[in-house]
C-alpha cells in the first residue's frame, strides 16, 4: 500500500529565510501525482506545489520550489523568502497517474506545522 | 466563481441522528471525494466517486455513506453519527489529479 511520511511535526523559520519540508513515500507504481497542499488558520486547503512523477525538472512556484528524487522516493518543498503568511499547516499528498494500476485514492501524510517568525 | 461548496459549516448533532453534509462543484469535474481531518492524522479520504453512479472506498469508509446521482453534487451521510466521527470533514474535486477543496464542515457529535 503506498504511504506518505513527514517526519517534521513542527518547523520554524526566521523572515525572509529559507526552510525545507520533508515527505518521503512509498509506491510501486511509476507513475503518479505528487502534492503540496497549505493549510493556513483559517483550515482551507491551498493548493501550493504539484509534480508528476515522469518529470525529470522539479517543479517550482514563485517562492516555491521542490526537490524530487524519485528513485529516494522523496520530495522536499523549500519555501524561499519566508513570509509571516506562509505560517500554516503543510500537506504532502500522493495520488498514483491514470495510466497506472490500483486505487486512485489520495494518500495524505500527517503534516508539518511551520512557524515564521518575525 | 470555480469553487467547492459544502453545507452546512458547522453542525453538532446526537449519537443516532442521521445526517447529511452536501457538497457541489461548478467545475464539472468528474472525480469528487471525502475526507476526514483529525489532530495529528492528516487527512484521510473517506470515499470517492470517479463519475456518476461510481463510488469507492478510501481508507476509513466505515460508518458513511455517499451517493453521486448528479455530476456536480457528492453528498456524505452518517446514518447513524457516533462521538468518534466528531471531525472536520472535506470535500473536494478534482481535475487531471489536481484537487480542489470546499471550505469543511466541523462535526461534533455528543
Known amino acids: 500500500a503506498q504511504t506518505v511520511t513527514q517526519s517534521q511535526p513542527e518547523m520554524s523559520v526566521q523572515e525572509a529565510e529559507t526552510v525545507t519540508l520533508s515527505c518521503t513515500y512509498d509506491?510501486?507504481?511509476?507513475?503518479?501525482?505528487l502534492f503540496w497542499y497549505k493549510q493556513p488558520p483559517s483550515r482551507q486547503m491551498i493548493l501550493v506545489i504539484r509534480?508528476?512523477?515522469?518529470?525529470?525538472q522539479n517543479a517550482t512556484e514563485n517562492r516555491f520550489s521542490v526537490n524530487f528524487q524519485k528513485a529516494a522516493k522523496s520530495f522536499s518543498l523549500k519555501i524561499s523568502d519566508s513570509q509571516l503568511g506562509d505560517a500554516a499547516m503543510y500537506f504532502c499528498?500522493?495520488?498514483?497517474?491514470?495510466?497506472?494500476?490500483?486505487?486512485?485514492?489520495?494518500?495524505f501524510g500527517t503534516g508539518t506545522r511551520l512557524k515564521v517568525l518575525a | 466563481e470555480a469553487q467547492v461548496t459544502q453545507n452546512p459549516r458547522y453542525l453538532i448533532t446526537v449519537t443516532g441522528k442521521k445526517l447529511t453534509v452536501t457538497c457541489s462543484q461548478n467545475m464539472n469535474h468528474e472525480y469528487m471525494s471525502w475526507y476526514r481531518q483529525d489532530p495529528g492524522l492528516g487527512l484521510r479520504q473517506i470515499y470517492y466517486?470517479?463519475?456518476?453512479?461510481?463510488?469507492d472506498k478510501g481508507d476509513v469508509p466505515e460508518g458513511y455513506k455517499v451517493s453521486r446521482k448528479e455530476k456536480r453534487n457528492f453528498p456524505l451521510i452518517l446514518e447513524s453519527p457516533s462521538p468518534n466521527q466528531t471531525s472536520l470533514y472535506f470535500c473536494?474535486?478534482?481535475?487531471?489529479?489536481?484537487?480542489?477543496f470546499g471550505p469543511g464542515t466541523r462535526l461534533t457529535v455528543t
Open positions: 473536494a474535486s478534482s481535475s487531471q489529479g489536481t484537487q480542489y
Open positions: 509534480q508528476e512523477a515522469y518529470k525529470q
Open positions: 466517486s470517479m463519475n456518476v453512479e461510481v463510488t
Open positions: 499528498a500522493y495520488r498514483r497517474a491514470p495510466l497506472g494500476s490500483g486505487t486512485y485514492k489520495y494518500i
Open positions: 509506491t510501486s507504481e511509476s507513475d503518479y501525482y
